[in-house]
């Protein structure tokens, strides 16, 4: 089983970025898929997660309001819309897929995309 990341790297202030996660080894149609990123120094945060149905949603709160994730169950994929970036949204963001929503933790983990937010 593997979650690969992809779409992170150099954005400045103010910018967008879309992550992109794909599953591959088994369906994880009824698992929660999600996002946490990583600091330098600081612990991991989460970041936002998605119901297998597709339909719920939950952000944390340094994101919420202008990001927007998304999955394709055909495609075994989870997405993550970002928007206003600030520099303290500079991490090393990971996906990761759990067998519950709420809280969501991650049972299946992808090794991480770098962002990195310039002023």
């Known amino acids: 089983v593997q979650l690969v990341e992809s779409g992170g790297g150099l954005v400045q202030v103010g910018g967008s970025l879309r992550l992109s996660c794909a599953a591959s080894?088994?369906?994880?149609?009824?698992?929660?898929l999600g996002w946490f990123r990583q600091a330098p120094g600081k612990e991991r945060e989460f970041v936002a997660a998605?119901?297998?149905?597709?339909?719920?949603?939950y952000y944390g709160d340094s994101v919420a309001g202008r990001s927007t994730i998304s999955r394709d169950h055909a495609k075994n994929t989870v997405d993550l819309k970002m928007n206003s970036l600030k520099p303290e949204d500079t991490a090393v963001y990971y996906c990761?897929?759990?067998?519950?929503?709420?809280?969501?933790?991650?049972?299946?983990w992808g090794q991480g995309t770098q962002v990195a937010v310039s002023s």
């Open positions: 990761a897929a759990g067998p519950r929503f709420l809280p969501f933790g991650g049972d299946y």
């Open positions: 080894g088994r369906t994880f149609s009824s698992h929660a």
């Open positions: 998605i119901a297998g149905s597709g339909v719920d949603r």
